[in-house]
């Protein structure tokens, strides 16, 4: 055992003990924080800059001779994974959008908003205590 470092770290003989010297000086704060910052700033420039150009490409379509089927290929109705460029037919039939949305917007202007409720009325509460209750139904 050495008696001299344990001498001269006896706060009564003017050394120091570790709870008297910080860990952490003023000089290691300040590097720290440049530090720090420094990255904050670097992240925030590399936010900043223009994304670089992809480095794929789309594949070449296929050419219109290649994708023609041949007349000896038949329809299969089984399911598969091949690539086809036609899209499977569903059971259900087509839906016109267009049609369906002109048609509400006649059903509106024929006049079905006269039909409708008053909306954007104020609900009276009823106080229960300290705390406003508002009867909502909803009827079909």
């Known amino acids: 055992m050495d008696l001299s470092s344990t001498a001269s770290s006896?706060?009564?003989?003017?050394?120091?003990?570790?709870?008297?010297?910080?860990?952490?000086?003023?000089?290691?704060?300040?590097?720290?924080?440049a530090i720090a910052g420094g990255g904050i700033a670097a992240a925030?420039?590399?936010?900043?800059?223009?994304?670089?150009?992809p480095s794929w490409t789309f594949p070449r379509p296929p050419s219109p001779i290649a994708a023609a089927p041949s007349a000896s290929a038949a329809a299969s109705a089984a399911p598969s994974h091949d690539a086809s460029d036609a899209p499977a037919s569903s059971?259900?039939?087509?839906?016109?959008?267009?049609?369906?949305?002109?048609?509400?917007?006649?059903?509106?202007?024929?006049?079905?908003?006269?039909?409708?409720?008053?909306?954007?009325?104020?609900?009276a509460p009823r106080i229960d205590g300290d705390t406003k209750v508002f009867e909502l139904t909803i009827d079909e």
């Open 91 to 123: 059971g259900s039939p087509a839906l016109d959008h267009d049609s369906n949305a002109a048609a509400a917007v006649k059903r509106f202007l024929d006049g079905e908003a006269g039909t409708l409720p008053a909306g954007n009325q104020p609900l």
């Open 44 to 53: 925030t420039l590399a936010a900043c800059a223009p994304a670089a150009a």
């Open 10 to 33: 006896h706060p009564a003989d003017g050394g120091n003990t570790p709870s008297d010297t910080p860990n952490l000086s003023r000089r290691r704060f300040l590097r720290a924080g």
